[in-house]
């Protein structure tokens, strides 16, 4: 008969919607009362529940699914063929951008805590759309590059922290807001920026100079500005191209192709091409990494961010499903197997986040130790807590079965998001070898980070054999090069364990320790050793406000 309904939908868990995200995730809001000073902590916690509950929302999830859905579209030309090269955004990212903005996502510089409730946000607003994380992290790390120059930072900084989003191209004298993106890498290098070919010529105007060549990657083509490297007289040196110039004409800035990416598909990755484009010099001739390396900081603490907002994703979703789907005469949640991986991710999420916001507070401290201590941590972190990403994401997913597997769920977006952070800014192996640099060349910055692993000495014998490990790993510097990524990893792991044992419940920390630091682990997730108090470790991790 017509009408006649062919099944009863039960045995469904709700979407995971209307719920406060920041409120939701004890460990964020633990790192955040940790680490942000009193006199705004009431504030900071108003502030990032109010962000939280607008990213659970079901609309904004849905137009998380709409930017991704309609990525962004290439423009060379307008209908006369006239050359235009502008990106053209579904309404939904425009929506979201301005939402990150507004959120103070760019503007970490200049306030209390700055960094820590940047830094939250940040992990909160990755869960909600990832792809618009790339112009938010690209303006928010251009400020200290900027710094290097007054005069830049005085035109540009305060547009870059605005609170408003003004998305037209206008002369930047023009605008309330700006966005920043950046262009390092070119076909022939890589992450090899001493190899770049795009030349840059003097002109008269003190401190201009046009720039001929490309960039294989130009992150945020849509930007008001860009910070690129290019081949002055002296050397590589870094520069500000901005996208319309201050008589309102537009720059050279030709937009070859956008790339066809894995994930990521809201965000616009573009090829471009520079002949004759206006560029103000940015810092001194032939300082150009110099210059740009506290840009590329910023944002690679960033990617260590979004890494670990992926991931809190992700475990949120899985934890979310087994509370509300039933198998085999029970909750998923309550069967040992299935809590022993949700446990055994939790504690990948919750080590991710305690570790990227104390480096947070490293920016916010600004003290000679904490800067010393970043020049090392920042590079492990990033390597590691990148690598831990995909993993994390793929194992979330085979929580829901099939279901993950479908789009619907939203898993295959993280799945396909979960490489990204560990390419961007230099892959694995580029950051494993910085730490080496910092090692070899800086030795401050090992005495900060060891100093930092010291704070929880004698709390945890596993965690103080594993230090000692990682002494002995030190102490043998012959082809050391062919170890840098297990360096990476150690000192990773025994931050994050000293980091959990002085802070994160002692269920957390316990197993933590015993399977991180060791031994007692397989090479899969929910492999967990079954004394541990699992059934706490999955309800911390629960999203529930």
């Given at each position: 008969?017509?009408?006649?309904?062919?099944?009863?939908?039960?045995?469904?868990?709700?979407?995971?919607?209307?719920?406060?995200?920041?409120?939701?995730?004890?460990?964020?809001?633990a790192a955040v009362g940790r680490h942000t000073g009193p006199e705004v902590l009431d504030e900071v916690r108003a502030e990032l529940s109010l962000l939280g509950r607008s990213a659970g929302s079901a609309q904004l999830q849905e137009w998380g699914v709409q930017a991704n859905e309609h990525p962004p579209r290439l423009r060379t030309h307008d209908r006369y063929g006239h050359r235009i090269d502008e990106v053209d955004f579904h309404p939904a990212w425009h929506r979201l951008l301005g939402k990150g903005v507004s959120a103070g996502l760019t503007a970490a510089w200049n306030r209390p805590s700055g960094h820590v409730r940047r830094a939250a946000g940040f992990l909160i607003w990755t869960q909600v759309e990832a792809g618009n994380c790339c112009p938010l992290s690209m303006t928010h790390a251009a400020v200290p590059a900027l710094r290097t120059d007054p005069g830049l930072a005085a035109e540009w900084e305060p547009r870059l922290t605005s609170t408003l989003y003004d998305r037209e191209l206008r002369p930047a004298a023009?605008?309330?807001?700006?966005?920043?993106?950046?262009?390092?890498?070119?076909?022939?290098?890589?992450?090899?920026?001493?190899?770049?070919?795009?030349?840059a010529r003097p002109l008269a105007e003190p401190g201009a100079y046009a720039l001929t060549g490309h960039k294989w990657f130009c992150s945020a083509p849509m930007s008001d500005g860009f910070l690129v490297l290019a081949q002055a007289p002296a050397g590589l040196t870094c520069f500000l191209v901005p996208r319309?110039?201050?008589?309102?004409?537009?720059?050279?800035?030709?937009?070859?192709?956008?790339?066809?990416?894995?994930?990521?598909?809201?965000?616009?990755?573009?090829?471009?091409?520079?002949?004759?484009?206006?560029?103000r010099r940015v810092g001194e001739e032939g300082r150009g990494v110099r210059t740009i390396i506290e840009m590329v900081a910023a944002t690679r603490l960033d990617c260590a961010l979004g890494s670990a907002g992926l991931m809190r994703q992700a475990v949120a979703q899985a934890i979310h499903h087994c509370t509300y789907r039933e198998a085999f005469g029970g909750r998923l949640l309550d069967k040992p197997l299935m809590r022993n991986v949700l446990a055994d991710l939790a504690l990948e999420s919750e080590a991710a986040t305690t570790l990227a916001l104390r480096l947070a507070a490293a920016y916010d401290d600004g003290g000679e130790q904490e800067r010393a201590f970043l020049r090392l941590a920042v590079p492990a972190a990033k390597y590691w807590i990148t690598k831990r990403c995909a993993p994390v994401a793929v194992e979330a997913a085979e929580c829901l079965g099939g279901n993950g597997y479908v789009?619907?769920?939203g898993l295959p977006r993280l799945v396909r998001e979960s490489p990204l952070n560990s390419v961007w800014e230099g892959a694995g192996n580029v950051q494993a070898l910085d730490v080496l640099r910092a090692l070899q060349r800086e030795p401050g910055a090992l005495d900060a980070c060891l100093t930092e692993i010291g704070r929880a000495h004698g709390a945890?014998?596993?965690?103080?054999?594993?230090?000692?490990?990682?002494?002995?790993?030190?102490?043998?510097l012959d082809a050391i090069e062919g170890r840098a990524r297990r360096l990476a990893e150690r000192l990773a792991l025994v931050l994050q364990g000293s980091l959990l044992v002085r802070h994160a419940p002692s269920e957390v920390a316990d197993a933590f320790c015993a399977s991180r630091l060791g031994g007692d682990h397989g090479a899969s997730f929910g492999t967990l050793p079954t004394s541990l108090d699992l059934e706490a470790i999955v309800e911390r991790a629960r999203p529930i406000s």
């Open positions: 008969m017509a009408g006649t309904p062919t099944h009863t939908v039960t045995n469904q868990p709700p979407p995971l919607v209307g719920y406060d995200l920041f409120s939701a995730d004890r460990a964020l809001v023009q605008k309330s807001s700006a966005l920043f993106g950046m262009g390092m890498t070119e076909k022939q290098g890589g992450s090899d920026v001493r190899a770049n070919t795009t030349e319309v110039l201050p008589d309102g004409s537009r720059n050279v800035f030709l937009l070859q192709r956008l790339k066809d990416k894995l994930g990521n598909r809201s965000n616009a990755s573009a090829e471009v091409e520079f002949a004759g484009t206006w560029a789009e619907e769920s945890d014998h596993r965690l103080d054999r594993a230090v000692k490990d990682l002494f002995t790993e030190l102490a043998d």
